[in-house]
């Protein structure tokens, strides 16, 4: 079955020489064969089609320090261009490197890892990177955060919230818990007495219908809140 990424994965012969003072001594890399990062193809045009159209996988041979193969190529690197894995901190033990954010060529950011392919001896032979283009993801987090963002200085509009109480309980349910850290659904039989006794203190049962309203948010009986209530003045 011929690869999705045909087109634009192919092997290059190694032709370029290690540089040895652009690559970290401690990897050590082994002068790899073609044959030897051949197996790996698959596992990229793999990776690719999985996460297509959003991730490129790249195949360097530290034999060479050069790209023998791309899959799902957006970086506009080419086969057999240098590798430049220098800009990536090694360390002896490596196996995988990041994640870590990069630029792509036109803008777009992309979240990276790389993996150290290893001869059967140990020897470092490969790095297989995968670069993840999340600008969609960011671009999709600044729409929402836009739409629920509400400006901290714009006050609630006066006319539409004087008489709202159920607003103002929810709010003071909402701070109670918070200042507590318990959930409402969560609340023991005395913290919700003393929620609701702090309520009536803040002339919360005002309203028409704000007893009835409090047991609904609380999860209780109507009859319970009066309970709760009758036992506060006592």
Not at 34 to 45: E, T, W
Request: charged share 20%; hydrophobic share 40%.
């Amino acid at each position: 079955m011929a690869s999705p990424y045909a087109s634009a994965a192919h092997r290059v012969p190694a032709t370029t020489p290690l540089q040895m003072r652009d690559m970290p001594q401690t990897l050590e890399p082994a002068a790899s064969s073609p044959a030897q990062l051949a197996p790996y193809h698959p596992v990229c045009d793999a990776i690719a089609l999985l996460l297509q159209p959003h991730a490129e996988v790249v195949l360097h041979d530290l034999g060479t320090e050069t790209v023998v193969y791309i899959a799902n190529n957006f970086s506009r690197r080419s086969l057999g261009e240098p590798s430049l894995l220098h800009e990536i901190d090694f360390r002896p033990d490596d196996h995988l490197i990041g994640p870590y954010e990069k630029v792509n060529w036109d803008g777009r950011r992309l979240k990276s890892v790389s993996a150290v392919l290893r001869s059967p001896e140990g020897r470092a032979v490969g790095v297989l990177c995968i670069n993840m283009d999340v600008s969609h993801i960011h671009a999709a987090i600044d729409v929402l955060s836009s739409l629920a963002k509400v400006a901290t200085d714009q006050e609630k509009p006066a006319a539409l919230f004087r008489e709202d109480w159920h607003e103002r309980i929810n709010e003071y349910v909402n701070g109670w818990t918070h200042r507590n850290g318990v959930a409402i659904a969560d609340l023991t039989r005395s913290q919700k007495q003393q929620l609701v006794r702090e309520l009536a203190q803040d002339g919360a049962f005002s309203g028409k219908h704000a007893a009835a309203y409090i047991s609904r948010v609380l999860q209780m009986g109507r009859a319970t809140v009066y309970n709760y209530l009758r036992a506060g003045r006592d």
